[in-house]
Structure formats: C-alpha cells, structure tokens
C-alpha cells in the first residue's frame, strides 16, 4: 500500500534540491531509494551532542511530503513543529519532547504514524554522554515498527545498519551521511511499514 513510487520520491528530492546534483538519490531495480549526502560541517547547528547533521532533516523531509502523522524518536534538541511529535527520554535539561518516554515502550497505539524518524545513541559511549544506557536496536526497531501504518515510512539514522523482522518490515533504501573530514559517516536506513 505504498503511496508513491520510490523513484517518484527520488524525483521530490531532485526538484527540492537542484542544486545538490551530487546528492540525487538513484533507484536500483525499482526497490532500493539509494544516494550519498556530504552535508558539510554546521557550527551553527543546536551543539547538542550527536545532533542531526545540517540539512539532513529537510533532505529526509523532502522524500516524505505525503506524510500526515510524524513520530522522531529520540529527539534530542529538535524544535517543536506542527503535525509532529518527539519522545526522548529526557535524562539531560538540553534535550527537549513532547512526550517523555522510553523509545522501547512507546506510549502509542498500533498504526499510529505514517512516518518515524529515529536517531539513536550510535554506541554505548554516546548512550553515557546523555545519561543513558545502549537501547536494543532490534527492541527499537520492532517497537517502531508496532506503530507504524502499513505502508508507513522508517528512516534510522545510526552507524551501522540495524537489525529487523522482515516479516515486519522491508529494507527499500541506504543514504550514507559524510559530514566532514574526521566525522564519523552515518548511515540512514530507510524501511517501509509491510
Ligand atoms: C543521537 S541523539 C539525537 C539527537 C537529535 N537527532 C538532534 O538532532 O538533536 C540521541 C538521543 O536519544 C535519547 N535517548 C537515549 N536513550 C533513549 C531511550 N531509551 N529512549 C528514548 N530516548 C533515548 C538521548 O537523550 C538523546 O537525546
């Protein structure tokens, strides 16, 4: 039940950002939305340790324009927007959300949201710097994937691509994030909803 073809979104993404030529995601054999993004480093970006990269939310956004109920999980310092909803867990007073919560039990109901967006702590270390321990990836994942619509959008932003049930869900795209010169390069794993 996929709204719009990946290569439809790919399409979005290229008249959004003509000017990011290199950055145009390319479809391979109609089922995986691939593409490399250089963002550059941001020092006026929010500080907040493990912060998004700078444009990655409008370049993800611009994939999605067919989303009514977004989920970010593990919202760290994103600003509030209307039609969204952000769950940290809080431990620290520079994070900020509208609903506190565990990203393994979220407070929602079963098909709730169109789209998730999720930025984990990449490694026991950084869990730490927040205040908190190393969720299970696949613990997340499944929790997401709980609350998502069928046909429904996941974009995981991690270091490594993480673990999932495929009968839950199918892996339809990769977008590797180099941000800089001796930065660690992220990737974002996109699934959609089964
Ligand atoms: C990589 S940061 C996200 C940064 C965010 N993308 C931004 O641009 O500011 C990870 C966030 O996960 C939160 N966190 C860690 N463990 C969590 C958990 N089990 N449930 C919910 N949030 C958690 C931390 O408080 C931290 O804000």
């Known amino acids: 039940v996929d709204r719009l073809p990946l290569s439809y979104r790919a399409k ?3 008249d959004t950002f003509p000017q990011f030529p290199d950055s145009w995601p390319w479809v391979e054999t109609g089922r995986w939305l691939n593409a490399i993004w250089v963002t550059g ?16 939310l409008p370049r993800v956004l611009s994939l999605f324009p067919d ?15 209307p039609g969204e909803v952000r769950v940290d867990l809080l431990p620290n007073p520079d994070a900020r959300a509208d609903v506190k919560a565990d990203a393994r039990h979220l407070p929602f109901g079963d098909r709730t949201f169109d789209l998730v967006l999720a930025d984990p702590p990449y490694s026991s270390l950084d869990a730490e710097r927040y205040g908190t321990t190393m969720p299970s990836r ?11 619509e069928p046909g429904g959008y996941l974009v995981w932003l991690d270091l490594v691509r993480p673990m999932y049930r495929k009968s839950e869900l199918e892996g339809v795209g990769l977008i590797g994030i180099v941000r800089s010169t001796n930065h660690r390069v992220r990737l974002a794993t996109i699934f959609r909803r089964r």
């Open 67 to 81: 989303r009514v109920r977004t989920l970010h999980v593990f919202s760290g310092s994103l600003p509030p927007r």
């Open 138 to 148: 696949l613990a997340v994942v499944r929790e997401i994937a709980r609350v998502l």
């Open 12 to 14: 979005l993404y290229r």
């Open 41 to 56: 480093n941001d020092y006026r970006g929010s500080g907040y340790y493990g912060s998004y990269p700078r444009g990655y």
